[in-house]
Each structure stands twice: as C-alpha cells, then as structure tokens.
C-alpha cells in the first residue's frame, strides 16, 4: 500500500512540476537552421562551357544552435554550423572545388517591431571554423579529375576562419512550442583560408530556422 501511496504522489508531483514549467515564460530555445549558400568566385573559368562545369545557385548547409534570453526581445545564442559547397574557378590549373566547412557560431538575436508588426528578426555574429575536406578537379578531353597538390595553386596548410554574419527575417509562424522564420543572410570573411585565393570572402543567401522554446 505504501509503495502504491508512494508511486502515486510522485507521479503527482512530476505531473505539478512539469505544469508549473510549462505555464512559466520560456527562456531557452533549440534553433535548427536550414542554410542555402551561394558562393562566388573570383574569376570565372574559359572551362564555363564544359559538362559539369559548377555554377549552383545554392549549396546546403545546416546548423544546431542553442539560444538563452538576455532581455524581453533579445537572446545569445552558439552553436555548430556545417557547410558544403562547390564552385567553379579558373586559377592555376584547377577548374572546379568542393569543399566541407565546420563552425561555431556565436549569434545575438533581436525580434523587433516594423510597421506594427512584431515578426521581423535580426541576428548578427561570429563563426570560427575549420575547411574539414576540399577536391580540386580539372577537364581533361571527356572528364573531370582530381588535381593532386602540386599544381595547386596556393595550396598551404591555413584552413582556419573567421566570418562575420548578419540576417534579417521574418517569423512565418510564431506557436506555442516555437517559431519558424525564413531570413536571407551575408557573411564577410575576415580571416580566410588558403581556398580564399579562388573564390571571395563574402557569400550569402538565406535560411530556413525553426525554434523549439523551453
């Protein structure tokens, strides 16, 4: 009887608690980001007109982020940020890249009112990252292949950045539970990698993020 007594009054009680967690304001979020990135290169190849040439608009990306209140509109939040890209350049020897980006991101996020609507977003910060893969690739007379690193210009073992990044967006659907906001993006490159010698050190695009209060 005891242990029935008991296993009840403590499933009241979790039942109590979490209800007095669920009615108190949210002050933690999980974000999860769909990125779409497109990067530019610094000079076009005159192997533009080959098949498999890469020019993509976007490439995908996605980054977890956790985020805690600072003040009524604002919060702090970091992260991890993963990257792929691919681009088509003409320096050198090579023709085309890929490349595997990882980061940390530190963002500070502002929900602001425009017009009387209170669903514009803007987010600034920093990402300090890591180039993890890359494969450079040249035309031969019908295919693609792999350059090895000796006729790669530049080519040098700095692989670590630094961007700065902002956002504007704005929140399509605001829940109980959380928020989904589609905002386009840009980030400068401050500190590059060696890669940085064939496309610029700015890219943009935009993201698809959704948040999960707490």
């Given at each position: ?201 700015f890219n943009g695009g935009f993201r698809i993020k959704y948040s999960f209060d707490f």
């Amino acid at each position: 009887m005891k242990r029935i007594t008991f296993s009840f009054f403590t499933m009241l009680a979790i039942i109590l608690f979490a209800t007095t967690l669920w009615g108190q304001e949210k002050k933690n979020s999980f974000v999860i980001s769909g990125d779409f990135c497109h990067y530019w290169p610094i000079e076009e190849s005159k192997l533009s007109y080959f098949p498999g040439y890469y020019r993509p608009l976007f490439n995908p990306g996605i980054e977890l982020t956790y985020s805690k209140k600072l003040f009524e509109n604002s919060n702090l939040g970091f992260g991890l940020n993963y990257q792929f890209g691919k681009f088509g350049a003409r320096v050198g020897y090579v023709g085309r890249f890929k490349l595997e980006e990882l980061s940390i991101p530190i963002v500070y996020t502002r929900y602001i009112s425009l017009f009387g609507i209170k669903r514009f977003v803007l987010s600034t910060g920093m990402y300090n990252g890591i180039l993890l893969k890359y494969s450079a690739e040249s035309a031969g007379s019908a295919i693609w292949y792999i350059r090895p690193p000796e006729y790669i210009t530049n080519l040098s073992s700095d692989k670590f950045f630094t961007d700065l990044f902002i956002d504007f967006g704005f929140n399509l659907l605001k829940g109980n539970i959380g928020d989904l906001t589609v905002a386009p993006f840009f980030k400068i490159r401050i500190n590059g990698t060696w890669l940085n010698y064939y496309y610029r050190n700015f890219n943009g695009g935009f993201r698809i993020k959704y948040s999960f209060d707490f």
